[in-house]
């Protein structure tokens, strides 16, 4: 799902009522950290201890988790999407 340095997906909130895909550019810091498509054992770059996807709820658990253990307990998944959100928004970015 990544092509080019733009990593695509459906978000699962909007998949049914509008079906839209996002693009988003996937920054060199991150492109960095990520395996190689030829190493990876599936689509998910996240996994549970199993191997597992994590569900949306185990996955916001799972960050507050390592949040906690990296001494930022006031830090949450949704507060570095919308920390992103607005990033981006002041460097030009569009609602589309």
Known sequence: MVCDGWLRFQP????????DFLDV???LALAAELPPA???????????????PFSPDGFGNKFKDWCVDAGLPHCSAHGLRKA?????????????
Not at 12 to 19: A, I, Q, V
Not at 38 to 52: I, Q
Not at 85 to 96: K, L, P, Q, V
């Open 84 to 96: 992103g959100a607005t990033f981006a928004a002041e460097n030009g970015a569009t609602d589309s």
């Open 38 to 52: 030829s190493k990876a054992d599936h689509l998910n770059y996240l996994v549970t201890e199993w191997g597992k």
């Open 12 to 19: 699962k909130k909007t998949r049914t009522s509008t079906g």
């Open 25 to 27: 550019p996937v920054l």
